[in-house]
């Protein structure tokens, strides 16, 4: 099995407040669809905060496509992941949408990060939004534009955190289109969401997290009870 994520052990918590997780174990192989489903502060979102390095766990380890995330440099995270936070887009760098989705790949140092970037865009049907600034897009256009800009520099472990908010069904379809194919081909793909239909579509299995711990089910087998 070709390794995708594998946490061991996991234990995290912020200061004065009680733990997120203990001992979490969870391993799945390279092209696995995951989708994160549970109530709101029970830490949905600081798990995909620790699986891009942004926190470290009290206790356990991570990795990511091999690499030991307690040993690992920032650059060397980044090359393995793309995020889509739930503020990712009202953070912008720069002028032009071709700009913002190619400047990961050109911060790497990857051999054509504008050809990167186009072909980004091009996956998710806003090639047409190439030469327009972020910021005069609206909600869901610049959601989308987040989302070529975590997958232009082709990671292998995409993390999404209600990425299908704010999209209208064209472009629900166009991001549920995307994860399908990332998966094929071979990226590992966290999806926080609280829909479950949405979770069906995009992954095999839901993470549940819940105030009596975490579990694992298969897509097939969730109820929604």
Known sequence: MTAGVEIE??????????LLFSGLDLSL???????VLGPNGRGKSSLLRLLSGLERPL???IRVAGLDLSHALARDVARLVGMVAQSSDRQFLRARVIDEVALGARTLGLAHPGM????????????????CHPLDLDAGRRRLVAL????????????L????????RLNR?????LIQSETVLGTTVLAVTHDTDFARRIASHMLL????????????DWSGG
């Open 29 to 35: 192989r390279a092209g696995t669809g995951l989708a």
């Open 209 to 220: 997290v819940s105030q009596t711990g975490v579990e694992v089910r298969a897509c097939k």
């Open 59 to 61: 206790r356990g380890r």
């Open 9 to 18: 052990g996991l234990s995290f918590g912020y200061p004065g407040q009680p």
């Open 161 to 168: 955190d209600e990425a299908q908010r704010g999209l209208d």
């Open 148 to 159: 070529a800009a975590a997958v232009a520099h082709r990671p292998r472990l995409l993390l």
């Open 173 to 177: 379809g166009f991001l549920e289109r």
């Open 116 to 131: 990167l970037a186009q072909g980004a865009l091009e996956r998710l049907g806003i090639a047409d939004l190439a030469p």
